[in-house]
């Protein structure tokens, strides 16, 4: 009697790449896209149930709040989101579901949450560099938007989004009309929003760079009001800051973002690699 056994899917990986620029300081550069474009599209789902299930150990996850969207390598003015109901800890690919330009599910009897399409797509199609778009409701962030301000450059790590990012003072509620064009002409060509009493927002050239500078951003917003709590923040200054966040070279280039996800997907594909399902 032969037993057949079902095979689980395999991550597709990626090595590092050489850097075009023999004189940056960094060791490698992010890899090209597949030029396949199924390649690519079971790529960047992987990436994004992968990233799912990340942030649901972040804890990032609240209810049915929060979305995370990958723009479709073919079909480009199509993305896909995580499905309505389906927790991030239990996300896997085949749960990933495909929205058109008009807000519609393509090819699937799944749904989401509609506010994705309201936030994201308006964003995908201004900036049509951007792959990838974040916005979840996690604690500090939440915090952090009812106050209103910028993060400031506190510590080397939150160079990465000094004077990159914005504040989105002009919400409507759950999602009043043209709210999302309106984030989209804020957020402009910066990488992260602080949306007003709503929570964070983060875009990125790739699914890795967009969670990376999701869960970065999370992590400034917590060092901020820490810092606040302990006494008066003292800032670094203006050129150090610039420097040391610098989209280039510095900790705010999608090269660092992209090598510093790659160390927690190693992880989630050890850990549950049933995501890849």
């Known amino acids: 009697m032969t037993v057949l056994t079902a095979l689980r899917p395999k991550a597709i990986d990626r090595s590092f790449a050489e850097p075009s620029d023999k004189g940056s300081p960094l060791a ?8 396949d474009p199924a390649v690519e599209r079971l790529y960047r789902k992987q990436r994004l149930a992968g990233a799912l299930r990340i942030f649901a150990r972040q804890g990032f996850d609240f209810g049915m709040a929060g979305h995370f ?3 479709d390598p073919e079909w480009t003015d199509h993305f896909w989101v995580n499905a309505w109901g389906k927790p991030f800890s239990l996300t896997r690919v085949s749960d990933l579901v495909l929205v058109g330009p008009d807000g519609g599910v393509v090819g699937s009897d799944r749904t989401y949450n509609r506010a994705a399409y309201a936030i994201h797509y308006p964003i995908l199609r201004k900036r049509p560099e951007i792959v990838s778009s974040v916005h979840v409701h996690s604690v500090y962030g939440k915090t952090w938007s009812a106050v209103g301000r910028e993060i400031q450059p506190l510590t080397q790590d939150l160079t990465a989004f000094y004077q990159d990012h914005v504040v989105f003072d002009a919400y409507e509620g759950l999602m009043g009309r043209g709210e999302g064009e309106a984030i ?14 709503h929570g964070l927002l983060t875009v990125g050239t790739s699914v890795e760079v967009a969670a990376w500078w999701f869960i970065a951003f999370e992590d400034a917003c917590r060092v901020q009001l820490l810092a606040e709590g302990a006494g008066t923040p003292k800032p670094l200054p203006h050129e150090m ?5 610098s989209t280039k070279l510095g900790i705010g280039n999608d090269t660092f973002a992209w090598a510093s996800f790659h160390n927690l997907w190693q992880e989630i594909v050890q850990r549950e690699p049933d995501f890849l399902e």
């Open 184 to 197: 989209a002409e804020t957020l402009g060509a910066h990488k992260a929003a602080v949306l007003l009493n």
């Open 28 to 35: 490698f550069a992010i890899p090209q896209a597949d030029p």
């Open 241 to 245: 800051a610039r420097k040391l966040g």
């Open 69 to 71: 969207v990958a723009r």
